[in-house]
Each structure stands twice: as structure tokens, then as C-alpha cells.
């Protein structure tokens, strides 16, 4: 059965976690955090936590002034809480009785339920009015600062608009899919917008496999590729495999690498419902070997193209682990390279917002391999901007781009070519 209060008490656990702990969302999912609740009480959680944080900045500027000083970080998670459902519309009585029940059950600090009742009381008559004059939340300092060195102020305030809007549902279909029953907007790079999805399980076309989830800058790289029917593309790092599964419907023959056993099994479970075919291999990237027409490396890194979707990221992370990040995107390239037949071609990307997981990376291989070229030419696919196009000739995606159309991704992606 259905209870709000456990959805509730769940979303203050997981802002916990991620406050408290570094944790991400998508830690806590995978490890089991939502499965003693009911479906809907899953989604509430998830949402109201998401939606707490994407508003982090806003409901501590509503708080402040109630508070003398700062409360245990799982009352000021409480308090947070209690803060954006009061001020997106949440009726105050149930909202504050909620959110006193919860703390005056914890363990250490049940005494501080008083606290909670008369702050929020404050925040439900004052917090809705000032609300809506906030401004938008920035992001940290240890992320924002380096973002304005590479992209500039007034893009970063765009950005910055973007990540609060959050990100809307792209889907890639089947080269032979008719998607008209979603009703979506076709993008100009060719994927497909779906606006005010709700439950993606129950799409027309899901069931029988038609689309795929797939940010439409997700979608680029496999775009700009291009791989025929009949070549032996190696992917690495490919689960849950949206970029696997268009090139598999192109006609290609793809090997996917990825280090992941929990996220190959999701990539399987998609082939399976699209009817697609791979060879998957559950293995290090580093480790693979061969020679392949094309290969793709999606490398993992600092993710900070996707806080849209993930507005827990600059708020658990503090950049202390970008460094080996990098490190270990270089050395992906560098194998990468050698698996690609003399006259083949690699596509190289991150979801990442940071020159240095994406430009930098480019600049420096091309120094090092004297048969790499960089094919700028190869990057003009339908929807691609000119000014899209960065110095070194990769693809440079934002979030504040397409703006009138609901953003998109950051990610980077740049198309290298082996000399014969
Ligand atoms: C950006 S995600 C890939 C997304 C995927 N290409 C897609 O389009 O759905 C990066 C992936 O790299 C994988 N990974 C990290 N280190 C790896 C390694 N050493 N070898 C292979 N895969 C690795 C992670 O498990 C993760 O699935």
C-alpha cells in the first residue's frame, strides 16, 4: 500500500546520502535504498528528492532566516524537504505534520521536532510568496569556476537555466519505426522529443522495442560515425548500450566492451526488447584486443554534461576525482587507437562539460599519433551547428544550446581518422 510518509522519510535518507555522505542517486537505486517500497512510492521518493536538490540553493535561502544555527544535516534535510513542497503548492498542514512525524522518530535528534514544526509554519506562510524570486540555482564553486573559464559567464548562467529546467525524454527509434503515436517533435538532428513523459514503460513502441532512451546529444556520436552494414565496429565502455543499439540497427557487426556486469545485463535486457544483436563482452576496455573498421569509446568521466537529469552530481561530488578520471580517459584513447585498422576511423566522447575530459584529450592525441587526423568534415550530420564545430575540430554539446526547444546534453565527441 501506498504511504507518503514512507516516500517521504525515503527522499530524506537519500538527501542524506548525498549531502552527508557523497553518495550519488544512482548509487543508493542500485543499491536497494527504494526496494521495500510500493512502485508509486518509488517514484514519489525519487522525485521529491531530485527535486529538493535541484532546488538546494533556493530552499537554504528560504531557511536561513528561520534557523540560528545550522541543525543536524538529516533535520536540515528534513527542513529542506519541507521547504520546496511548501513552496511548489504542497498544502501546509500535511506537509509540516509529515515532516515533524519524520524527525520525531529519528533516533539522536527526535527532540527537534519542535524546531521543524515551528520553522516550517514560518516557511508556509512567508516561503511561496518569496519563492518565485529567487534566482536560479548556481552550481558549486569547484565546478562553476572552471565552466566560466571555459565557456563564459552568461553561458554558464544559461547552463545554469538549463540544469533547473531539467531534461525532457529523447528517444532514437529503429530506422524503420513509425513513432507518430508518441506524439513527440521530431529534432533537427533526428531524434525524438517526448514532452511530459510519464511512465516510459507504457509509450506506444516500447513494448515492441521501436525506440530507445537517448538524449539527443547521446545520440550524435553514433550519428557522426556511421558505421555500414557488414563492419566490425568495437565499442567500449557501451552499457547500458544506446549508442550498442544504433549501430547494431545500421546493420553493423558490434562487440561491446564494458567493465559493468550489473550495466551489461541492461544493455542485454535492451537488445533483447529491440531485437537487436551484439557480441557482448563483460571485460576491462584497456584489456581488449583486435583490429576493427571502427571503433567508438564512450570514456567514462566526470558526467557533468547530464546534471540536468542528475542534479545530485554537484552536490555529491567535489572534483577530487576528476584527476584519475582523466588519467584513465588518455590511456582508453591511446588503446583505442591501436584496435583500429590502418584507414579506419575511432569516435572518441564524453558526457562531460570540461575541456580537459574532451578538447584537451583530442589536442593531445593528435600530437602524439602522427597518423591521427581529426575529420571536421565527417561532423556535419543534419541539425549539427557550424558553431558547434570547436577549435581542434571535435563537437562541443551544451545544455544552454537549443534553449527555445528544452536544451540538450553536454557532451563531446570528435571524429579521428587512422592514415592507410
Ligand atoms: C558513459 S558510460 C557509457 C554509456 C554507453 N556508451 C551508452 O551510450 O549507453 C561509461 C561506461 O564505462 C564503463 N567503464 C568504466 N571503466 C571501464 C573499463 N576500464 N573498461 C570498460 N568499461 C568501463 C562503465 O561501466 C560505464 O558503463
Redesign the pocket.
Known amino acids: 500500500m501506498s504511504d507518503s510518509n514512507h516516500a517521504r522519510r525515503t527522499a530524506v535518507y537519500l538527501l542524506d546520502q548525498v549531502m552527508g555522505e557523497g553518495r550519488l542517486l544512482a548509487e543508493c537505486y542500485a543499491g536497494g535504498v527504494l526496494e521495500k517500497l510500493a512502485p508509486e512510492d518509488r517514484a514519489r521518493a525519487q522525485r521529491l528528492a531530485a527535486e529538493t536538490l535541484r532546488n538546494l540553493e533556493r530552499a537554504d535561502r528560504v531557511l536561513k532566516k528561520h534557523l540560528k544555527k545550522t541543525p543536524p544535516i538529516t533535520v536540515l534535510n528534513a527542513l529542506r524537504l519541507g521547504t520546496v513542497e511548501l513552496c511548489s503548492g504542497g498544502a501546509a498542514h500535511g506537509v509540516v505534520n509529515a515532516m515533524v512525524a519524520i524527525v520525531s522518530k529519528h533516533r539522536r535528534h527526535g527532540q527537534l521536532k519542535g524546531l521543524v514544526n515551528a520553522v516550517l509554519r514560518k516557511v508556509a506562510k512567508d516561503g511561496p510568496a518569496e519563492w518565485a524570486k529567487l534566482r536560479v540555482p548556481r552550481l558549486p564553486n569547484w565546478l562553476r569556476k572552471p565552466l566560466v573559464q571555459a565557456w563564459g559567464a552568461e553561458a554558464m548562467l544559461g547552463m545554469e537555466a538549463a540544469h533547473f529546467a531539467g531534461a525532457p525524454l529523447d528517444v532514437t527509434a529503429k530506422p524503420d519505426a513509425d513513432l507518430s503515436a508518441l506524439n513527440g517533435e521530431t529534432l533537427p538532428t533526428g531524434s525524438v522529443r517526448v514532452v511530459n513523459a510519464r511512465q516510459v514503460s507504457a509509450l506506444p513502441g516500447y513494448e515492441a522495442g521501436n525506440w530507445w532512451i537517448?538524449d539527443a546529444a547521446?545520440a550524435l556520436p553514433a550519428r557522426i560515425l556511421n558505421v555500414q552494414p557488414g563492419e566490425h565496429v568495437l565499442?567500449?565502455?557501451?552499457?547500458?548500450?544506446?549508442?550498442?543499439m544504433q549501430m547494431a540497427a545500421a546493420g553493423a557487426k558490434v562487440t561491446a566492451?564494458?567493465?559493468?556486469e550489473n550495466?551489461m545485463s541492461r544493455?542485454q535486457d535492451n537488445l533483447t526488447r529491440t531485437g537487436l544483436q551484439a557480441e557482448l563482452i563483460v571485460?576491462?576496455?584497456?584489456k581488449q584486443e583486435g583490429q576493427f573498421d571502427a571503433v567508438?569509446l564512450?570514456?567514462?568521466?566526470s558526467?557533468t554534461g547530464t546534471i540536468r537529469r542528475h542534479p545530485d552530481l554537484p552536490l555529491a561530488k567535489d572534483g577530487s576525482d576528476f584527476g584519475a578520471l582523466i588519467e584513465?580517459q588518455a590511456q582508453?584513447l591511446a588503446h583505442a587507437w591501436t584496435l583500429v585498422k590502418p584507414g579506419g576511423r575511432l569516435m572518441f566522447c564524453?558526457?562531460s562539460l570540461l575541456p580537459d575530459e574532451g578538447e584537451c584529450q583530442v589536442e593531445d592525441a593528435l600530437d602524439m599519433f602522427p597518423e591521427m587526423s581529426i575529420d571536421r568534415e565527417g561532423l556535419r550530420v543534419p541539425g549539427v551547428e557550424p558553431d558547434w564545430i570547436s577549435e581542434e575540430g571535435g563537437l562541443r554539446l551544451r545544455p544552454d544550446f537549443w534553449p527555445e526547444r528544452g536544451g540538450m546534453d553536454g557532451f563531446y565527441m570528435a571524429l579521428l581518422r587512422k592514415s592507410a
Open positions: 537517448q547521446a565499442e567500449l565502455c557501451a552499457a547500458p548500450g544506446g549508442k550498442t566492451v564494458d567493465v559493468s550495466r544493455l571485460g576491462d576496455a584497456l567508438l564512450d570514456a567514462p568521466c558526467a584513465l582508453m564524453t558526457c
